[in-house]
């Protein structure tokens, strides 16, 4: 307290001029209509940019339950485009959200490997999450791989960046259906064999996924075809494919869940026996 009224009084002299000064300022503003008018605009602008700014910061740090909020929604629109897909002789939306056959997870990619003979990657969702073995696993622009192995709380992914990988994909022009497989060499381009040599293919045409299995629905987009060649029989093409994808920066990805997987395996199996 002694070193406050040290400081008065040692400063008395600008203390009372900065105290007549904010007077006369004052009764100038308020005498004065041009002025005050002009002090209102500043006292605006000041506070408008600090408020700005305040909430600049606030929606810096909610960045993460927005994209959390955005993830959520794209999920729901992605199981509906999926259910479409899955039946698109049906594709009125009571069709869609009262029967889904596919059901997404949304997960967050931990580990990604690109540049191996066979990649898998981690995914930070398992069984606690309902995920199991031969979900598939995609992201917005395209196919990404098939769940391996599961945990309580995490997944591998065998990429489609692995020689052990093949998924089923066609012409999404025609119903020409292949294999899409790795050569092991660029993590964008893939091949898509056993296309029949009378498919009427293309540089620049789209593939999608076929649907003859149980993972993906059908006409979920791989990439586009970047140059094809007869094989050595000369009886079927053999096609590489651009990916959409960039698999080496993957983030947030979707699983796959075909809830009628069981049954069509088990009625496939009973036809084998």
Do not use: C
């Not at 959520?72 to 009262?98: C, F, H, V, Y």
């Not at 065998?158 to 012409?171: D, V, Y």
């Not at 994808?245 to 869940?257: C, F, H």
């Amino acid at each position: 307290m002694q070193q406050i009224i040290n400081f008065v009084i040692r400063n008395k002299t600008f203390l009372l001029f900065l105290l007549l000064f904010g007077v006369s300022f004052a009764l100038t503003i308020q005498s004065h209509s041009y002025h005050k008018s002009q002090f209102i605009n500043s006292a605006n602008v000041l506070t408008g940019g600090i408020y700005g700014t305040i909430n600049s910061v606030d929606q810096y740090f909610s960045l993460k339950t927005q994209n959390e909020v955005l993830a959520e929604e794209n999920k729901r629109l992605r199981e509906q485009l999926l259910n479409t897909l899955a039946d698109s002789s049906n594709t009125s939306i009571d069709s869609i959200l009262g029967d889904q056959r596919y059901r997404i997870t949304t997960a967050d990619v931990y580990k990604n490997s690109y540049a191996l003979t066979n990649n898998y990657l981690t995914l930070n969702k398992g069984t606690k999450d309902g995920i199991r073995s031969d979900f598939g696993v995609i992201n917005s622009k395209g196919i990404i791989g098939i769940i391996d192995n599961t945990s309580n709380g995490y997944s591998t992914v065998l990429s489609i960046l692995n020689k052990k990988s093949r998924i089923n994909a066609k012409l999404k022009s025609t119903n020409h259906f292949g294999s899409l497989t790795w050569k092991g060499i660029s993590p964008n381009v893939m091949e898509l064999v056993d296309v029949s040599k009378f498919a009427p293919v293309k540089v620049g045409d789209t593939i999608v996924s076929g649907g003859q299995s149980a993972i993906f629905p059908k006409g979920v987009e791989i990439g586009l075809v970047e140059s094809f060649t007869t094989d050595i029989g000369g009886d079927t093409y053999l096609i590489d494919v651009k990916l959409f994808n960039d698999m080496t920066n993957i983030g947030k990805v979707y699983i796959i869940e075909n809830t009628d997987k069981e049954e069509i395996e088990s009625l496939e199996s009973k036809g084998n026996e």
